[in-house]
């Protein structure tokens, strides 16, 4: 930045990175020690970027000053930025610093302009902020005493938030859909005016998105939906394939079709893409409908709690979350949809202040009183969830779309034509939707949610009997049933509870269970476990009278509990149909929300009690049950009782294909590289659920259209031994500087992530590569991926999260790297599982086994190549690759097994045909 243009502001400022740090004061940039940096940070208020993260880059915690982000997040609440030095330079419009020493001017820089924009009379965003400082003055945050003379007092009295924001409307029913069928020429015409019509022809896309059509066609019989199972590789254009057919039914049918995703840069990218097939904004009443044609619904723990945050505003929260909930509530006025969770709150919002801070502000418990809540007509999961009965398309996840068909309140709100993509996670976003868990922390969610705040613990939440305070005193049952869940809830675990367990004191039926659970696990765990502080498991066998005995008196306080309140569930249902005078409508939604909270609970207890019930007796050879001790670093902080179905698709049938009239499963890895080459779509129907009602699905496939050949390269690296984690690193460390950043490392344990990390971030960081982590950095997921995204020069290194939910097409990932062979985690569960597979299909489990590490090779190596244009390579440090895992990877993939040295070659771009150790050249057929 030129001298002329250096900025007025007289505030310090200070950066660190794993390269150093830098302090600006009056004498000018400099680099200083951490000492010195802390000293300065102690002595007067340093302008800094992401107070955790230079406070983690300190090794000093208690690190404060005036965070940029907190800034940004005032003067522009819901736009997007990237919380680096050049994510801050771009969104402000200022010059990039070259370098960390040019960091501290770009702070003072962005101060001083964020500061200048409070005064600008254009000011976007200034509604509300002149109110929300004068509580922020109160709570004494930093930047109050700069912002105050800058942000003039209105002339007229701000609207408060909850005047502010808009109330949704009430639609009326709408019909059920017409049965229509499709024509093909209308699909492809369809898909045409999508993609453009200067596009290039795709026959691939168009066959793909007739496939696709035959979804929708009417159903000849009850439980028999029709079903495609589409496997089309990267780069077929799957979204517009579905989305032309989707569009076409949704408009002559006048129905609803629900796009299921796993991951949340895929939801993103639909959002993105569904604009071309519908219009953002439709008049109300258009062909029957209201509300917007595209609706993105998610579960109601992503969404801001009005209810909740004007609690926190009014003395809820105190200190450093008090000014969370300010900004949250500035956020929550220039907010899209109100979802906090991968909407357009900032990721790193919370961070830098605590993350239960923004779980507190959201429903998690359930606790939501309807029609009872003062905002309840202007709250956004309600607005959501009444805009998707409308909507044409609706976007969600798969756990959503199947708690929705299996107990949405509302006929209009179950999805009947549904698209999974991502389908290859179906299976086990079944497993753990259908799975039971009666756990220490699941039982205290239950006893609040029927007790309510209890001792010192203060908040709006409230238990049962003051939700349904008017009911109590209108129907004595009703009352009886009330007084009877809350005595029977007392026997759940409450706060302490894990405590008082490992202190051999437990008080009640369920915490005597939880405390014979923990001896037995740390008694028969023979996993390895213990030493390294995970968690540990044994399986529900074998268990002994006595045992048998405290579970029988746990099942018997849990019964205790579900009868009171299947009987106050009977009596809502008959308050509703007797109507009394003041059951109105308000009165009316909150009742039948309240049944519908219930009726969860009691399926709840159901699935617990039917868990305990079989401990004595013979297994059922339906559900694989175990007990485990969850632990982290050796920190225990859960203990319980586990279910799962042995195949997850038999509850998923019976809850969302038997009702639905469509559904298509659609992903470029649905089946298993082994299947798809003897052209045997076996295991992919099997795993579809399909068989469970006797449907027979359509199958389509096609491959990905890119140029593997020329494009990408496996490289196996044979010479970096297994479990040496300095040569882990140091291949790490290398492949990275070869690449000159834009990695993404995979790993399977966090602790061997840690390990490298601590090694090489330093070493990279002097030659001004950048590498993040998920698990060290102080920085939430989707954020890393975007500062991932945003520098071509940053490495990342995660674990199971980001071999999924990674979309970075281009240049910024070039390289993956494995640092192993993805074996699958040998629990419990996952033994039952294999030897099912053996028993049914032969081979000993090998054959279970090697399905889901080529599904996890596939998932991984499909972040390279996002387009035609994509290069990159994919190296698994694995002495031992066995080739029957090869299929894993696309047609056509040059594959070669080579040393560490020529690996660096290849990946810096400087192989030479003679510098390749001669090891055996293998292409994936
Ligand atoms: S209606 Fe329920 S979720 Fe919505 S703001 Fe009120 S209490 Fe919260």
Same mark, same amino acid.
């Given at each position: 930045?030129?001298?002329?243009?250096?900025?007025?502001?007289?505030?310090?400022?200070?950066?660190?990175?794993?390269?150093?740090?830098?302090?600006?004061?009056?004498?000018?940039?400099?680099?200083?020690?951490?000492?010195?940096?802390?000293?300065?940070?102690?002595?007067?208020?340093? #302008?800094?970027?992401?107070?955790?993260?230079?406070?983690?880059?300190?090794?000093?915690?208690?690190?404060?000053?005036?965070?940029?982000?907190?800034?940004?997040?005032?003067?522009?609440?819901?736009?997007?930025?990237?919380?680096?030095?050049?994510?801050?330079?771009?969104?402000?419009?200022?010059?990039? +610093?070259?370098?960390?020493?040019?960091?501290?001017?770009?702070?003072?820089?962005?101060?001083?302009?964020?500061?200048?924009?409070?005064?600008?009379?254009?000011?976007?965003?200034?509604?509300?902020? *002149?109110?929300?400082?004068?509580?922020?003055?109160?709570?004494? *945050?930093? *930047?109050?005493?700069?912002?105050?003379?800058?942000?003039?007092?209105?002339?007229?009295?701000?609207?408060?938030?909850?005047?502010?924001?808009? %109330?949704?409307?009430?639609?009326?029913?709408?019909?059920?859909?017409?049965?229509?069928?499709?024509?093909?020429?209308?699909?492809?015409?369809?898909?045409?005016?999508?993609?453009?019509?200067?596009?290039?022809?795709?026959?691939?896309?168009?066959?793909?998105?007739?496939?696709?059509?035959?979804?929708?066609?009417?159903?000849?019989?009850?439980?028999?939906?029709?079903?495609?199972?589409?496997?089309?590789?990267?780069?077929?254009?799957?979204?517009?394939?579905?989305?032309? +057919?989707?569009?076409?039914?949704?408009?002559?049918?006048?129905?609803?079709?629900?796009?299921?995703?796993?991951?949340?840069? #895929?939801?993103?990218?639909?959002?993105?893409?569904?604009?071309?097939?519908?219009?953002?904004?439709?008049?109300?009443?258009?062909?029957?409908?209201?509300? =917007?044609?595209?609706?993105?619904?998610?579960?109601?723990?992503?969404?801001?709690?009005?209810?909740?945050?004007?609690?926190?505003?009014?003395?809820?929260?105190?200190?450093?979350?008090?000014?969370?909930?300010?900004?949250?509530?500035?956020?929550?006025?220039?907010?899209?949809?109100?979802?906090?969770?991968?909407?357009?709150?900032?990721?790193?919002?919370?961070? $830098?202040?605590?993350?239960?801070?923004? &779980?507190?502000?959201?429903?998690?418990?359930?606790?939501?009183?309807?029609?009872?809540?003062?905002?309840?007509?202007?709250?956004?999961?309600?607005?959501?969830?009444?805009?998707?009965?409308?909507?044409?398309?609706?976007?969600?996840?798969?756990?959503? !779309?199947?708690?929705?068909?299996?107990?949405?309140?509302?006929?209009?709100?179950?999805?009947?034509?549904?698209?999974?993509?991502?389908?290859?996670?179906?299976?086990?976003?079944?497993?753990?939707?259908?799975?039971?868990?009666? &756990?220490?922390?699941?039982? !205290?969610?239950?006893?609040?949610?029927?007790?309510? +705040?209890?001792?010192?613990?203060?908040?709006?939440?409230?238990?049962?009997?003051?939700?349904?305070?008017?009911?109590?005193?209108?129907?004595?049952?009703?009352?009886?049933?009330?007084?009877?869940?809350?005595?029977?809830?007392?026997?759940?675990?409450?706060?302490?509870?894990?405590?008082?367990?490992?202190?051999?004191?437990?008080?009640?039926?369920?915490?005597?269970?939880?405390?014979? &659970?923990?001896?037995?696990?740390?008694?028969?765990?023979?996993?390895?476990?213990? %030493?390294?502080?995970?968690?540990?498991?044994?399986?529900?066998?074998?268990?002994?009278?006595?045992?048998?005995?405290?579970?029988?008196?746990?099942?018997?306080?849990?019964?205790?509990?579900?009868?009171?309140?299947?009987?106050?569930?009977?009596?809502?249902?008959?308050?509703?149909?007797?109507?009394?005078?003041?059951?109105?409508?308000?009165?009316?939604?909150?009742?039948?929300?309240?049944?519908?909270?219930?009726?969860?609970?009691?399926?709840?207890?159901?699935?617990?009690?039917?868990?305990?019930?079989?401990?004595?007796?013979?297994?059922?050879?339906?559900?694989?049950?175990?007990?485990?001790?969850?632990?982290?670093?050796?920190?225990?902080?859960?203990?319980?009782?586990?279910?799962?179905?042995?195949?997850?698709?038999?509850?998923?049938?019976?809850?969302?294909?038997?009702?639905?009239?469509?559904?298509?499963?659609?992903?470029?890895?649905?089946?298993?590289?082994?299947?798809?080459?003897?052209?045997?779509?076996?295991?992919?129907?099997?795993?579809?659920?399909?068989?469970?009602?006797?449907?027979?699905?359509?199958?389509?496939?096609?491959?990905? =259209?890119?140029?593997?050949?020329?494009?990408?390269?496996?490289?196996?690296?044979?010479?970096?031994?297994?479990?040496?984690?300095?040569?882990?690193?140091?291949?790490?460390?290398?492949?990275?500087?070869?690449?000159?950043?834009?990695?993404?490392?995979?790993?399977?344990?966090?602790?061997?992530?840690?390990?490298?990390?601590?090694?090489?971030?330093?070493?990279?960081?002097?030659?001004?590569?950048?590498?993040?982590?998920?698990?060290?950095?102080?920085?939430?997921?989707?954020?890393?991926?975007?500062?991932?995204?945003?520098?071509?020069?940053?490495? $990342?290194?995660?674990?199971?999260?980001?071999?999924?939910?990674?979309?970075? +097409?281009?240049?910024?990932?070039?390289?993956?790297?494995?640092?192993?062979? =993805?074996?699958?985690?040998?629990?419990?569960?996952?033994?039952?599982?294999?030897?099912?597979?053996?028993?049914?299909?032969?081979?000993?489990?090998?054959?279970?086994?090697?399905?889901?590490?080529?599904?996890?090779?596939?998932?991984?190596?499909?972040?390279?190549?996002?387009?035609?244009?994509?290069?990159?390579?994919?190296?698994?440090?694995?002495?031992?690759?066995?080739?029957?895992?090869?299929?894993?990877? =696309?047609?056509?993939?040059?594959?070669?097994?080579?040393?560490?040295?020529?690996?660096?070659?290849?990946?810096?771009?400087?192989?030479?045909?003679?510098?390749?150790?001669?090891?055996?050249?293998?292409?994936?057929?």
């Amino acid at each position: 930045m030129a001298a002329s243009s250096l900025p007025a502001i007289p505030i310090p400022a200070v950066h660190a990175s794993h390269s150093g740090c830098w302090l600006r004061d009056h004498l000018g940039t400099r680099p200083v020690g951490k000492g010195e940096a802390i000293m300065a940070a102690a002595d007067t208020p340093l #302008l800094l970027l992401n107070a955790p993260l230079i406070a983690s880059r300190l090794g000093y915690p208690d690190l404060s000053g005036l965070d940029l982000l907190e800034l940004f997040a005032f003067v522009h609440p819901a736009r997007f930025m990237v919380p680096t030095p050049k994510g801050l330079a771009q969104a402000l419009g200022l010059a990039e +610093p070259r370098s960390d020493d040019g960091v501290p001017v770009l702070l003072q820089a962005a101060a001083e302009a964020l500061l200048a924009t409070c005064e600008d009379p254009a000011w976007p965003e200034r509604e509300g902020a *002149w109110s929300a400082l004068q509580s922020l003055v109160r709570l004494r *945050w930093p *930047w109050a005493g700069l912002l105050a003379p800058k942000i003039a007092q209105p002339q007229r009295a701000e609207r408060w938030l909850f005047a502010r924001l808009p %109330e949704w409307e009430e639609a009326p029913e709408r019909p059920q859909p017409a049965q229509i069928v499709l024509d093909d020429d209308a699909i492809t015409a369809r898909l045409a005016e999508l993609t453009g019509s200067r596009a290039e022809q795709r026959p691939a896309q168009q066959a793909y998105a007739r496939a696709a059509g035959a979804m929708f066609a009417p159903r000849s019989g009850q439980r028999q939906p029709h079903m495609v199972l589409a496997q089309a590789g990267t780069g077929t254009g799957k979204t517009f394939g579905y989305l032309a +057919p989707a569009s076409l039914w949704a408009e002559q049918s006048g129905g609803t079709v629900w796009v299921s995703t796993y991951t949340k840069a #895929l939801q993103r990218q639909l959002r993105r893409e569904s604009q071309a097939a519908f219009p953002p904004e439709r008049a109300n009443g258009q062909g029957g409908r209201t509300g =917007p044609p595209v609706v993105v619904r998610k579960g109601r723990e992503n969404y801001l709690c009005l209810l909740n945050l004007e609690d926190a505003l009014q003395g809820g929260f105190t200190g450093r979350p008090a000014i969370m909930a300010q900004l949250v509530a500035r956020w929550a006025a220039y907010s899209q949809d109100g979802d906090m969770i991968g909407g357009d709150l900032p990721g790193w919002l919370g961070t $830098l202040f605590r993350k239960r801070g923004i &779980t507190a502000l959201t429903d998690q418990r359930g606790e939501c009183v309807y029609a009872g809540c003062p905002h309840f007509r202007k709250c956004f999961i309600e607005r959501a969830a009444r805009a998707s009965a409308g909507a044409e398309l609706v976007i969600a996840n798969h756990a959503l !779309v199947m708690i929705n068909a299996a107990r949405a309140r509302e006929v209009a709100q179950r999805p009947t034509r549904i698209v999974f993509d991502e389908g290859h996670h179906v299976f086990e976003a079944a497993d753990s939707t259908f799975a039971a868990a009666l &756990t220490g922390a699941e039982t !205290v969610e239950l006893r609040r949610w029927v007790i309510g +705040p209890e001792g010192s613990q203060r908040g709006r939440r409230r238990g049962l009997a003051a939700r349904l305070a008017d009911v109590a005193s209108y129907d004595a049952d009703g009352a009886r049933a009330i007084a009877d869940a809350r005595e029977a809830a007392s026997a759940l675990p409450g706060d302490g509870w894990l405590a008082r367990i490992v202190e051999g004191a437990p008080f009640g039926p369920i915490e005597d269970l939880l405390a014979e &659970t923990r001896e037995l696990v740390l008694a028969r765990d023979e996993s390895g476990g213990q %030493e390294a502080g995970y968690g540990l498991e044994t399986e529900a066998a074998q268990l002994g009278g006595a045992f048998i005995e405290v579970a029988g008196r746990a099942q018997e306080a849990l019964e205790a509990l579900r009868q009171p309140l299947m009987r106050l569930a009977l009596r809502l249902e008959a308050l509703i149909e007797d109507g009394p005078d003041w059951l109105d409508g308000p009165a009316r939604a909150r009742i039948e929300g309240a049944r519908g909270a219930i009726g969860w609970r009691t399926d709840l207890l159901s699935g617990w009690v039917a868990l305990l019930a079989r401990l004595g007796g013979p297994g059922d050879p339906e559900f694989v049950d175990w007990l485990a001790l969850e632990r982290s670093e050796g920190r225990e902080w859960d203990i319980g009782l586990h279910r799962r179905y042995l195949d997850p698709m038999k509850p998923f049938a019976e809850a969302v294909l038997a009702g639905a009239h469509g559904v298509m499963m659609t992903s470029a890895t649905l089946t298993d590289g082994a299947e798809t080459k003897a052209g045997d779509w076996s295991g992919a129907v099997e795993r579809s659920g399909a068989p469970q009602l006797g449907v027979r699905p359509e199958v389509f496939e096609a491959a990905s =259209p890119f140029d593997y050949a020329k494009n990408a390269e496996v490289l196996i690296v044979t010479d970096v031994p297994k479990g040496d984690i300095p040569a882990l690193a140091n291949a790490y460390g290398r492949l990275i500087e070869a690449s000159g950043g834009g990695a993404l490392g995979l790993f399977t344990a966090i602790r061997r992530l840690r390990a490298v990390y601590g090694r090489i971030a330093d070493r990279l960081a002097r030659g001004g590569l950048p590498l993040f982590a998920q698990h060290v950095d102080p920085i939430d997921t989707g954020t890393l991926v975007d500062i991932f995204r945003d520098d071509p020069r940053a490495s $990342l290194l995660g674990t199971d999260a980001l071999r999924d939910g990674v979309d970075v +097409p281009g240049h910024s990932l070039r390289l993956v790297v494995m640092e192993q062979v =993805p074996w699958p985690k040998p629990s419990i569960l996952h033994r039952a599982r294999r030897l099912a597979h053996a028993e049914k299909f032969g081979g000993g489990g090998q054959a279970h086994d090697d399905r889901i590490i080529r599904a996890r090779l596939a998932q991984a190596f499909g972040r390279l190549i996002r387009t035609g244009t994509d290069k990159g390579h994919f190296v698994v440090l694995s002495s031992a690759f066995p080739s029957r895992l090869l299929s894993a990877f =696309p047609p056509g993939t040059p594959v070669r097994r080579v040393t560490l040295d020529a690996a660096l070659q290849s990946v810096g771009g400087s192989v030479s045909e003679g510098s390749v150790t001669p090891l055996p050249f293998e292409t994936r057929p």
